[in-house]
């Protein structure tokens, strides 16, 4: 009777209910959440399917990310860049970089949106984080998940920051057709809502080969920190636009490209434990990102403006929201919002030039931070 008993209370001991308190309860709330808002309402599920349920799983058994566990081997190629920089090549190969080719005015646009950015660096000094962690959670701003990885491990702040930072990123690209849309209708008037913008000259073949290899050179001279993320973004998009290696294109832009989105998604979720989430830094973080991230859409929308008056009416200013880096949903939104105006407003294309010019935008941003800290 007795090995009976001790064997059922070493079970029970070894149950999730014994280990586990009252937090860990919560984040598991939170991570079904996020499993509603990906499945039932479509928001960006082929980030937040993965992410939730590698938070579900580690706040149900936090051993799972602890050193031997089976995500600590995915996490640290997060730390390791690898997996942002993979992320990176299979973007450049699904996208098509003609509408910035075609309207290099973009690239001001893509550039304005940024000021999201910079200004949450300063924003996090002042509420107490550290120059590094400061760069590394202004990344958010961006709306790009890799990058604010990529920075966070770069800067070291994988142990503490990453995970919160990471899911704050992926949530805010997955929210974007929720945040954006009163943001751009306050700051324009019905009438620059209602623009109709000329149809974008064909851009050549040899133009689209040019464009990354110039650009990887420019860049790259510049700021070489910026080679990780530029140079796998580019080298994505010369497979698309060489016509030579069609294998190659398709291994990135799907089979490649889906196998890491379960690693990285996975990994990123399963940092999120109570214990190292549920704190007063996370929720400035999460303040921060959505600060950042509404404020770069506004500067994108009032560079918009800008341009609108400067070209006498020819620029919508709903494109200069695309700014951020969440491809291709912000210039989705862009067209949404556009065409409630007027149903017949076609902005899509338009918008992928300053979306285009947002990921490297955010891409050089934190190679900056990079630079300033001496960080390669």
Known sequence: MDYIWNTLQNLAGQTAFANLYWGNFVMILVACFFLVLAIKFGFEPLLLVPI??????ANMFPGIIAEG????????LDEWSILPSLIFLGVGAMTDFGPL?????????????????????????WMG????????????????GPTSIFLAGKLGMGGTLMGPIAVAAYSYMALVPVIQPPVMKL????KERKIKMEQLRPVSKLERIL???????VVVLILPTTAPLVGMLMLGNLFRESGVVKQLTETASNALMYIV???LGTSVGSTTTAQSFLNLDTLKIVVLGLVAFIIGTAAGVLFGKIMCWATHGKVNPLIGSAGVSAVPMAARVSQKVGA???????LLMHAMGPNVAGVIGTAVAAGTFMAIFGVF
Do not use: C
């Open 340 to 346: 409630e105006a007027d149903p017949t407003n076609f």
């Open 261 to 263: 989105v379960i690693l």
């Open 211 to 217: 464009f990354p290899v110039v650009v990887t050179i």
């Open 129 to 144: 984080f550290g120059d590094k962690a400061a760069a590394a959670i202004s990344i958010i701003g961006g709306a790009d």
């Open 52 to 57: 939730s349920f590698g938070m579900l799983l």
């Open 69 to 76: 566990g089976l995500f600590h081997y995915f996490y640290i």
């Open 187 to 190: 700051l324009t008037t019905e």
């Open 101 to 125: 080719i075609a309207n290099p005015k973009s690239f001001l646009l893509g550039a304005a949106a940024q000021f999201g950015i910079y200004s949450a660096y300063f924003f996090a000094i």
